[in-house]
């Protein structure tokens, strides 16, 4: 399994828009991803409410996961945007 721990880069975490952001990216991937709070249990990162249920906060870390073909690539991806706390989705992903 690939796996990307990184800190969330929003300021307010990840609640409405910076969700919003990284579920539109992570959807975009087209590889299954989850996410979850450090020791937490995982979520459907593509889920919107399942990932505003982490309560993810700025600064806090996350735990990016996936099995799937393609995971490597996804996950940096997405790692970067959580991490740099982007406030539009990027054109690469």
Known sequence: MAERRVNVGWTEGLHARPASIFVRATTATGVPVTIAKAGGSPVNAGSMLAVLGLGAQGGE???????????????DRLAKLVAEGLDELPETV
């Open 61 to 75: 870390e996350v735990v990016l996961a996936s099995e799937a073909d393609g995971a490597d690539a996804a996950l």
